[in-house]
């Protein structure tokens, strides 16, 4: 049966934002003196957390309003970078097309701050495919939580498991999994290896120009 509803991460997974993130993280670091490093291993513990969520981790004697303060200025940076570098993934635009004009639900399912999702949607009109979108400013928890992908299929009155999640983190498929949804994975930061595990998962691909349209249309 072909999924009625299509749900998208954000942040590389509908557009090519993890580079930009990692340098963010990079050049943030070291303005509070906590050397970080684009390690794909720090993307792949927290990809799909929220910025708070991943502060007090790295800051556990932080109070709440200085973790928002330093989410907030790191988030600043990656925006600064946005607006003049942020790219789609290869192929997003005309599977969001294709998928609106065959009637498919879309939402994207993100752990980004409003402000980060209004600057991609107003740079690639992504309003005119998504109806929905769910995330933390949503009062829910970040991923592996199901909550974001579950609230989404709650929104479009849909049963979870005619969902289907695309998603480039780890988190983000375990997530999936707890929502009760397959899963495509994207390779746009982690191998394959990463993603091999999930049970949920029906297929790995490059982009979204190498996804088999079978798996979605008639």
Known sequence: ?????LLFDLDGTLIDSMPLHARAWVQWGATVGRPLSDDPAHFASTAGRSGPEILA???PTATPAEIERMADEREQVYRA???????LVAGARALLQRA??????LAVCTAAPPDNIALAFER???????AVVSSPADGLRGK??????????????????TCLVFEDAPLGLEAARRAGMAAVALTTTLDADAFSAFPNRIATVSDFT????ALLFD
Request: aromatic share 8%.
């Open 210 to 213: 190498t996804l088999d349209p």
């Open 81 to 87: 970078m946005a607006r003049q570098e942020l790219q």
């Open 1 to 5: 049966m072909k999924p009625r509803a």
């Open 57 to 59: 981790d790295m800051f």
């Open 144 to 161: 592996p939580h199901p909550d974001i992908f579950l609230a989404a299929a709650q929104r479009l009155a849909l049963p979870p498991e």
């Open 100 to 105: 609106h004009a065959a009637g498919k639900q």
């Open 124 to 130: 690639f009109g992504l309003a005119d495919w998504v």
